[in-house]
């Protein structure tokens, strides 16, 4: 079955950076699309960025652009989201998802993120 | 960008009722490129309803989607306990993908 598993989430303080992973196993990591999606606490869910299975085409969210990237390693079967600049309103849960093309298939478990001094 | 509007923001109905979600797009999804989500307290999204009347697997029929163009509506026809919780639709036509506020069915 498919599993998505998010590390990397943890404590920061605004204006630093950290990056999450997500590996994924149960099915063929080469072959499907990833999204990154949040959710702030007590909040509504909001996507962050998609990268396609080769990783050609990457989109993000404006409220991240030129502060997060997202990338990809096909054969450590992982994905990643660097995110620089931190701010408060960062502040969630970060989902890593598989997606079929672009809809949002099977999600993870999901990583805290709280940017706070 | 597409706004979708999920009114009202609470539902509150009893098991064994009609449950009847909108979500509204500022602008017509292309393709009907339309997806619900159910979310329960404490748990990640599980996907519902994908190209706006699609069930997902492991969803039984009383999950209905329906809709096109920029009004789409999810319909539980018959509400069981494990079914109060939080839904979400939405568009994955356009970049940015964008989901609605969410509605939540709770019990009356």
């Known amino acids: 079955q498919v599993q998505l598993v998010e590390s990397g989430g943890g404590v920061v303080q605004p204006g630093r950076s950290l990056r999450l992973s997500c590996a994924a196993s149960?099915?063929?990591?080469?072959?499907?699309?990833m999204h990154w999606v949040r959710q702030a606490p007590g909040k509504g869910l909001e996507w962050v960025s998609l990268i396609s299975y080769d990783e050609t085409n990457k989109y993000y969210a404006d409220s991240v652009k030129g502060r997060f990237t997202i990338s990809r390693d096909n054969s450590k079967n992982a994905l990643y989201l660097q995110m620089n600049s931190l701010r408060a309103e960062d502040t969630a849960v970060y989902y890593c998802a598989r997606g079929q093309q672009w809809l949002i298939k099977d999600w993870g478990q999901g990583a805290l993120v709280t940017v706070s001094s | 960008e597409i706004v979708l509007t999920q009114p009202p923001g609470t539902l509150s109905l009893s098991p064994g009722e009609r449950a009847t979600l909108s979500c509204r797009a500022s602008q017509s999804v292309g393709r009907n490129y339309l997806a619900w989500y159910q979310q329960k307290p404490g748990q990640a999204p599980r996907l519902l309803i994908y190209d706006a009347s699609t069930r997902a697997t492991g969803f039984p029929d009383r999950f209905s989607g329906s809709g096109s163009g920029t009004d789409f509506t999810l319909t539980i026809s018959r509400l069981e306990p494990e079914d109060f919780a939080v839904y979400y639709c939405q568009q994955y036509a356009t970049s940015p993908l964008t989901f609605g506020g969410g509605t939540k069915v709770e019990i009356k």
């Open positions: 149960g099915f063929t990591f080469s072959n499907y699309a």
